[in-house]
């Protein structure tokens, strides 16, 4: 069994880009294959802040997933679909990301966690987690990306404060110590 590779992605170090279309400002925590142009991903976990009403980026052949992180919210007006209500309490979101999406502020500013893969190639899940205390947690063989949103957590001895991300490449299922109070985004992301 090969030995994962294990990467602790701290807040500070986190990418500040323009949105593909120029709208806001993306924070990029992760892309693969790391470097890449916005067209050119085959996967990639970002944050934004969204002042303002307004269209979503078009990302061709890109499934996205949508959470909020922060604020109280928006409603999503996706093509073919009935309008979505998008808050903190609300499940991760996953959508076509070159399905015409607009966006309505449910109250003022939020931010929000993207989660996009390229179609065909690849899939993702998104899931929050809480931690209170001492566990063990199983990591798929695949990437694992774990945003600490609030709290701070350690996972097998490397510590993550609010806004850090451990990027987990993992040959096999592995299970692994975490403990801390802290509110997660797991993220999971598999080659087809």
Do not use: Y
Not at 82 to 91: D, F, G, I, M, V
Request: aromatic residues 6%; proline residues 5%; glycine residues 10%.
């Amino acid at each position: 069994m090969a030995m994962p590779k294990i990467t602790l992605l701290r807040s500070d170090s986190h990418r500040r880009m323009p949105w593909k279309n120029g709208g806001g400002e993306t924070v990029e925590i992760a892309v693969s294959p790391e470097g890449v142009g916005l067209a050119d991903f085959d996967w990639r976990v970002s944050m934004a802040t969204v002042a303002t009403d307004g269209p979503f980026s078009v990302f061709p052949g890109i499934d996205r997933t949508l959470s909020i992180l922060d604020g109280e919210g928006m409603t999503l007006f996706i093509k073919g679909r009935a309008p979505e209500r998008l808050t903190q309490a609300s499940e991760p979101l996953p959508f076509a990301a070159d399905a015409p999406t607009s966006a309505t502020l449910i109250d003022g500013t939020i931010t929000d966690l993207n989660v996009m893969t390229r179609r065909g190639r690849f899939t993702h899940s998104v899931r929050r987690v809480s931690v209170d205390g001492n566990s063990k947690v199983a990591f798929e063989a695949g990437t694992t990306l774990v945003l600490c949103h609030r709290g701070n957590a350690e996972i097998d001895g490397t510590a993550l404060n609010a806004g850090d991300c451990l990027l987990v490449s993992e040959s096999d299922v592995a299970e692994r110590s975490i403990s801390g109070k802290a509110q997660l985004f797991w993220i999971t992301i598999k080659a087809i």
